[in-house]
C-alpha cells in the first residue's frame, strides 16, 4: 500500500489534501550525482544496469519531495532492445546508423517482447516498486515521435524527411506506424505489469503537425495502444509539446490525463477539453530560472487555474533543463504543497 496516493488519486479526478507535483526528466543532467554516474556509464548502460538505473530513479524522489518517480529510461531504450543502431550522442540526442527510408527496413522490424528486448528495464522496475512510497510511472514515446527519429536519423527542426515520407508513401507509413503501436502497446503493458502504478505516453514532436494530418497519419494508429493500457486499470497520462491546437484531438483517445505545455492556459486547456480529464502541468521550464518572486508568481498562476478541482497534476510544460539547480526545483515543490487545496 502506497503511503503517498495523492498522484494516482489526481489521475483519477480524486479529492487530494494537496496538489500532486513530479517532473518530466527530474532524473539527469541537472544532478550533480546523476553526472558522476554518466562518467562511468552511458545513459544506454544505466538503463542496462538495474541497480543502477533504480538509483537514479530514486535520487530525485528523496531530493525534491515529488509525489512520483519516472523510469529513468529514454523513448529510445526498447528501439536499441529491438536491435535497431540507436545511440544517444551528446549534446545532439537519439542518432540512427541507418535512418528508414525503404519498405524492407519496415518490414525487417522484429515483433516487439520487453522480456526479451529489455529484460533489465522490467528488472529496475520490480526493484524500484519495493523501494518506492509513491508511484512509479512508466512510459513510452508515441509512434510519430518514435518515427520523426527513425526516419529523420537524429532530431530534427523542420520534419522534412519525416513528413516527405508520411506523405508520399502512406502504405509504407501505416506499416511503420502499426509496428510502432504494437511496440509501445505491448511495453506499456509489460511496465504495468512489472509493477508502474501509472504512465505516460510522450508524443513529443505531433506538435509540428496541422490538426488535419495529426488526424489522419497518427490518430488512428494511437486508438490501440491507450486501450491497451486502460485494460490494466493504470492511468494513462498522454503529452505532448506544442500542442494546443490539438488538444481536441488528442482528447478523442480519452486518456486519463491530458499533459499541457506552457503555451496554453491550463484553464483554457482543461475547457478545450472538457471536465472528463485530469490535467498534467504546465509551468514554463525557464520559469524555474527566474527571480523568487517571479517563479512564487508563475506556480501559483498554474494552481489558481487549476481552481482547485481534482484532477490537476502539477508539472513542468517540458522536462527538466540540465542548467536547472535541484534548489530551485525544491522550492517549486515547496510552493505547490503549501497550496491551499480542498482537504481530504
Ligand atoms: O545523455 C544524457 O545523459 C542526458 C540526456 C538525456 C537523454 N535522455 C534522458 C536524459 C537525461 C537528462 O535529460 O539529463 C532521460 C530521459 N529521456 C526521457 C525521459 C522521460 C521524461 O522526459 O521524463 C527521461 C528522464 C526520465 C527520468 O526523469 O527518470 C524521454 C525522452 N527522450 C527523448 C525525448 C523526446 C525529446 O525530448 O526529443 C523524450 C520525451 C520527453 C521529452 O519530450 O522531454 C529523446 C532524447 N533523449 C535524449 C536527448 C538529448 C537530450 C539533450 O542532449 O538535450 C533527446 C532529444 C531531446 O531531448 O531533444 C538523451
Known sequence: MLKNDRFLRACRRQVVDRTPVWFMRQAGRYQPEYRQIREKYTLMEICEHPDV?????LLPVRQLGVDAAILFSDIMTPLRGMGLKVDIVENVGPVFEEPIVREEQVSALPPFDAEEAVPYVLETIRILVRELDVPLIGFAGAPFTLASYMVEGRPTRDY??????????PRVWGQLMEKLAAMVARYLVQQVEAGCQAVQVFDSWVGNLTRADYETYVRPYMYPIIEAVRATGAPVIHF???????????????????????????DEAWRIIGPDFAVQGNLDPVAVFAPPEVLEAKVT??????????????????????QMSVSALQRVVELVHAYEVREV
Open 53 to 57: 538505473c533504480a538509483e537514479v530513479t
Open 160 to 169: 522534412r524527411k519525416v513528413k516527405t515520407f508520411m506523405y508520399s508513401e
Open 301 to 322: 498562476d498554474v494552481l489558481r487555474r487549476a481552481g482547485r478541482r481534482p484532477g490537476h497534476i502539477f508539472n513542468l510544460g517540458h522536462g527538466v533543463m540540465p
Open 240 to 266: 505532448g509539446v506544442n500542442t494546443g491546437h490539438l488538444l481536441a484531438s488528442m482528447a478523442d483517445l480519452r486518456p486519463d490525463v491530458m499533459g499541457v505545455d506552457w503555451r496554453t492556459d491550463l
